[in-house]
């Protein structure tokens, strides 16, 4: 539960940076360091068989799916790192290598707009109950698909998938707070 806490703590931290209610400064790399340390191999080290006994909010459908666990714990890593990297690109796409001055909208994979997002940020961070039937989403995880240099979007558009991730792993997974 740790470090699902602190990845809460840093979406939490990032979310107003991304929405451009706060300055935008170095805590957007260290915070995407930190969700990715949590994520990946090491957050599917946590739910081995038999742990949702103690304090927990999994569901058993972990074990049940775990192909889809697992996959969802990997994009987040995957976001994570990116996030790392993009992190200088700030709020706008780093401009591709001999495509400076492109729009580059057909080269991302599309995001959720704000009105499709399965939970509110107060839904996410388990302190307020889900309202309606939430989404399921995640990242293209086929390997022959062409997937863009994540690397060169906008630091908000990762944050994007982060959240869009974790929401969909909470949505499948996380029994919430009662």
């Known amino acids: 539960m740790n470090g699902m806490t602190a990845m809460r703590d840093v979406v939490s931290d990032l979310a107003p940076i991304m929405e451009g209610y706060a300055a935008y400064d170095a805590i957007v790399s260290e915070g995407a360091g930190v969700i990715a340390m949590h994520a990946g191999e090491t957050m599917q080290s946590l739910f081995t068989e038999g742990s949702i006994e103690g304090a927990t909010y999994a569901k058993p459908e972990i074990w049940s799916d775990w192909q889809d666990f697992a996959a969802l714990a990997e994009d987040l890593k995957t976001y994570a790192d990116a996030l790392s990297v ?3 690109n700030g709020l706008e796409p780093a401009p591709a290598a001999g495509m400076a001055g492109m729009a580059h909208s057909g080269m991302v994979m599309p ?6 997002k399965a939970f509110t940020v107060a839904e996410l961070m388990g302190y307020a109950e889900r309202s309606g039937e939430a989404r399921v989403w995640r990242g293209a995880t086929e390997p ?3 997937v863009p240099d994540l690397t060169t979007l906008a630091a908000n558009d990762l944050f994007a998938r982060i959240s869009a991730t974790c929401s969909s792993c909470h949505a ?7």
């Open 86 to 88: 993009a992190a200088a």
């Open 111 to 116: 995001v959720a707009q704000p009105e499709d």
């Open 144 to 146: 022959t698909s062409r």
């Open 172 to 178: 499948q997974f996380r029994a919430g707070r009662s």
